[in-house]
């Protein structure tokens, strides 16, 4: 078994307050297996804590002390979202953007990923609202410089950040809190920084209180960049504000 250096994630990172962003530990994690993975994630990330990844027979773990937090492994087999949507034009986001839950009814108003309170140089800000046109939920994204990695590329744990929220607008239940706990991802192929981007995310099926979602990012000629297959946990109704 090999066991990595320490891995401290940032408060910048953070998803609901007190807990890291699902997706960003999910691409960490998948950082890990190379390639396209499966994610499941067991228990909340802390933040600012000292962390270590575990890899041995292909499953890479994250762990705090003996507690696991997270595993992955090569996803080897489809993602099955037939059908793909397609990217959204402008005017569908313009009009979806005016339908994101605004600061008093955000569920995680500090997310990384879509948080309305953050400031668009530390974050995301990935808001993925409601289309008037389909039963989905559709953003625009253009990554920052400070995202590339060493060769230059948007690193696979932003990305998958990328695909983790819009996943749960795009299953249109704002007013119940839900925690992700599985998620499989498949990069089609680099991204780089300062591309115009789209995320779409969208409801597959149900399943009692394990609700499935797909989320896509397509690049401006509108092809596929990754994609990505969600389990979520419906944790029940939220009450405004909201504070995990």
């Not at 569908?92 to 668009?120: K, L, Q, T, W, Y």
């Not at 974050?123 to 559709?138: E, H, K, Q, T, Y």
């Amino acid at each position: 078994m090999h066991r990595s250096d320490p891995i401290r994630i940032s408060r910048r990172f953070t998803g609901p307050d007190g807990m890291a962003n699902g997706g960003y530990v999910a691409g960490l994690v998948a950082e890990a297996v190379e390639g396209a993975a499966k994610i499941r994630l067991h228990a909340p990330t802390p933040l600012e804590t000292e962390l270590h990844l575990e890899v041995e027979d292909g499953v890479v773990r994250l762990m705090d002390g003996e507690t696991l937090l997270v595993e992955g492994e090569a996803l080897g087999k489809p993602l099955d979202l037939d059908p793909v949507p397609h990217p959204p034009d402008a005017d569908e986001i313009d009009v979806a953007s005016g339908n994101f839950p605004d600061a008093a009814s955000h569920m995680a108003p500090n997310c990384f990923v879509c948080g309305v309170a953050r400031d668009p140089d530390d974050a995301l800000c990935i808001f993925a609202g409601d289309s008037p046109a389909r039963d989905a939920a559709v953003a625009a994204w253009t990554p920052h410089e400070d995202l590339a990695g060493p060769d230059g590329h948007v690193r696979a744990r932003y990305i998958w950040a990328a695909l983790d929220c819009p996943s749960y607008f795009g299953l249109g239940k704002t007013d119940r809190f839900a925690l992700l706990a599985g998620f499989a991802a498949r990069i089609e192929r680099p991204v780089a920084p300062g591309e115009k981007l789209t995320v779409t995310g969208w409801p597959l099926d149900q399943d009692g209180r394990k609700l499935h979602a797909g989320s896509i990012i397509h690049d401006e000629d509108g092809h596929v960049v990754a994609a990505a297959r969600a389990l979520w946990i419906d944790a029940g109704a939220v009450d405004y504000p909201f504070n995990v």
